[in-house]
């Protein structure tokens, strides 16, 4: 008995790990995924789109390294400061404030959107009603339990994807797909957005940490390697299926584009799909969030989570709204910039000895793909997006 109810708890324990990782990387890029697509062509797109993949899996798995054999709680600015110095740590201390409250306003701009859809209304209104309700579930301290609520929302909105998937494959056609678009690159950064999941791995750890330690570890990268493949394998369906239906005519937010194709009704249920994983996402990151003012910038828990709740409702009253603009630059250049942060940090620490669990290979030539694939999105991102 005592066996069977520790097995139980080790896949409870994992499931809410997956959903967590999941919830934290389904969110408001699978909507400008076709599109981005679309103006990359699919055989640059499909290229693109498995090179940032194989970044974001390497990252993920080396941050997870990070978390896994290190005492402190800490966020990524706290093991650059760590590992790296007072400089670099501050430099990735402001990097991911501003990226994560950009990534928050553009949740409840869309989750705003997706609300209209639904019940009807302003979507401003909308927007603060989201903002709001998300808030106070922010008050959860555990992250057991918004682990759970991602795994309870990932059946859903699975099915809800696939469903969609299959009625645009059905009444589209593959000669509707563009081969070669007019950005060969642009959609190399939607990617890197819509599949990064960077800020949940050491949550992610936090549900395993009464495991051992190397069973915490396998848990760990099992529950990493499924997280993202999984999703990787969801946009790739969702986007082919949505340009097959939609071909020229798809729409930045992917659904409006349907109507034509699918009838309006498919737009409520895209709105539902859009609803469920940005709220999802907007949990996992406002933790995050949440943490780092906490852990690094030694904040009490109520500015915290003040902090985690104003700083995106400003920004999205001072009326940012080119929310593909934002996507694009989020992951071609935050991200990026996690990502190359990473690398050194897990270079550092494993030059230092104090690496004794490891999830993934980390040679040279690994570190220097990873290094080059990200400088690269953020020399793009600086030339096309900026200036």
Same mark, same amino acid.
């Given at each position: ?260 194709? &699918? %009838?309006? =009704?498919? !737009?409520?249920?895209?709105? #539902?799909?859009?609803?469920? /994983?940005?709220?999802?996402? $907007? ?76 999830? &993934? %290979?980390? =040679?040279? !030539?690994?570190?220097?793909? #990873?290094?080059?694939?990200? /400088?690269?999105?953020?020399? $793009? ?7």
């Amino acid at each position: 008995m005592r066996v069977l109810r520790s097995a139980m708890i080790k896949n409870k324990q994992f499931l809410e790990a997956v959903g967590l990782i999941f919830g934290m990387i389904i969110g408001s890029g699978i909507f400008v995924l076709p599109y981005a697509v679309s103006v990359s062509g699919a055989v640059w797109g499909l290229i693109t789109a498995f090179l940032a993949f194989l970044g974001i899996l390497g990252v993920h798995l080396a941050y997870g390294e990070i978390v896994l054999n290190s005492d402190g709680l800490h966020r990524l600015p706290g093991y650059a400061k760590e590992y790296l110095g007072k400089f670099f740590g501050a430099f990735s201390m402001l990097s991911q404030i501003l990226g994560f409250n950009t990534v928050l306003l553009i949740f409840g701009g869309l989750g705003g959107i997706f609300l209209g859809i639904l019940f009807g209304g302003n979507p401003f209104v909308w927007s603060l009603i989201f903002f709001g309700l998300a808030s106070l579930l922010l008050l959860f301290e555990n992250i057991e339990d918004i682990g759970f609520i991602d795994f309870i929302l990932t059946i859903p909105l699975i099915a809800i994807i696939i469903f969609i998937s299959f009625l645009s494959y059905n009444s589209g056609s593959s000669q509707n797909i563009n081969l070669f678009g007019q950005d060969r690159f642009f959609s190399f950064g939607i990617f890197v957005f819509a599949l990064a999941g960077l800020a949940v791995i050491a949550d992610a750890r936090d549900i395993f940490r009464k495991q051992n330690e190397g069973e915490s570890g396998r848990f760990l990268k099992l529950a990493i390697i499924y997280g993202t493949t999984v999703s990787f394998v969801l946009y790739l369906i969702f986007s082919l299926g949505v340009l097959m239906a939609s071909g020229e005519s798809v729409t930045k937010d992917a659904m409006s584009g349907l109507i034509s194709v &699918l %009838g309006p =009704g498919i !737009v409520k249920v895209g709105a #539902l799909l859009g609803f469920l /994983s940005i709220f999802r996402s $907007y949990l996992a990151l406002g933790y995050n969030l949440n943490a780092i003012y906490k852990l690094d910038l030694r904040l009490a828990s109520s500015a915290a989570w003040f902090a985690s709740l104003s700083v995106p409702v400003v920004l999205f009253l001072a009326g940012a709204k080119d929310f593909t603009r934002l996507i694009s630059l989020m992951g071609g250049t935050f991200v990026a910039f996690d990502g190359i942060m990473v690398v050194y940090i897990l270079r550092r620490m494993r030059a230092m000895g104090l690496v004794t669990n490891r999830l &993934l %290979g980390f =040679g040279k !030539v690994q570190q220097y793909f #990873l290094i080059t694939v990200f /400088s690269l999105g953020i020399i $793009y991102e600086l030339i096309y997006q900026i200036f």
